[in-house]
């Protein structure tokens, strides 16, 4: 069981705003930052926000994040074809002194 | 450019130890944190811990506490993590990740090194 809870999948059609929640806990999301990934069938996983809502250089802007208290999400504005992975979220949890990341949540695009 | 280069793979028995290394190129070493996350066969990511490349310092998860070291050499801008008593449940790809200095973003990725443990 992880400790960051998030929808095992998630589904949408092309154009469409998709939204993956994540849901922590006081010692992680509720005090610590979180940073999602997008990991494509067979590749390495990537950064896709830091910091709750920051994006990384090349990261398009169709991309966002957002944390309220302790949850988190993702969102996906004008999905497309090639968004269709899997997306993790993680944050530090100050009791367990390390990162903790969701179960992760396979998008479809349909 | 910035790259994490890894080990190749490697195939061991119950019990072994396995050691990954991991050559930084293309920034200043030191000034980032390394950790290391495993991903076992149709699985989701999971957190091993971290070196401080400067300090040597380290955080490891609960869970590997017992078997896992992770070291550096500065002097080759290299990462290490060892593993030791290995399992069935060990076989894994292993990645070392660069860290966005004061986050735990986790920005640059190396190609990873798959683990076989088999008897």
């Known amino acids: 069981q992880s400790v960051l809870t998030q929808p095992p999948s998630a589904s949408g059609t092309p154009g469409q705003r998709v939204t993956i929640s994540c849901s922590g806990g006081s010692s992680n999301i509720g005090s610590n930052t979180v940073n999602w990934y997008q990991q494509l069938p067979g590749a390495a996983p990537k950064l896709l926000i830091y910091?709750?809502?920051q994006r990384p250089s090349g990261v398009p802007a169709r991309f966002s994040g957002s944390k309220s208290g302790t949850s988190a999400s993702l969102a996906i504005s004008g999905l497309q074809s090639e968004d269709e992975a899997d997306y993790y979220c993680a944050a530090w949890d100050d009791s367990l002194n390390g990162v903790v990341f969701g179960a992760g949540t396979k998008q479809t695009v349909l | 450019q910035v790259q994490l280069v890894q080990s190749g793979a490697e195939v061991k028995k119950p019990g072994a130890s396995v050691k990954v290394s991991c050559k930084a190129t293309?920034?200043?070493?030191?000034?980032?944190?390394m950790h290391w996350v495993r991903q076992a066969p149709g699985q989701g990511l999971e957190w091993m811990g971290r070196?401080?490349?400067?300090?040597?310092?380290?955080n490891y998860a609960q869970k590997f506490q017992a078997r896992v070291t992770m070291t550096r050499d500065t002097s080759i801008t290299t990462a290490y993590m060892e593993l030791i008593r290995l399992r069935s449940d060990d076989t894994a790809v292993y990645y070392c990740?660069?860290?966005?200095?004061?986050?735990?973003?986790?920005?640059?990725w190396g190609q990873g090194t798959t683990v076989t443990v088999s008897s």
């Open positions: 070196i401080n490349p400067n300090s040597g310092d380290t």
């Open positions: 910091d709750n809502n």
């Open positions: 293309g920034y200043s070493f030191t000034g980032y944190y």
């Open positions: 990740v660069r860290a966005v200095p004061y986050t735990n973003g986790l920005d640059v």
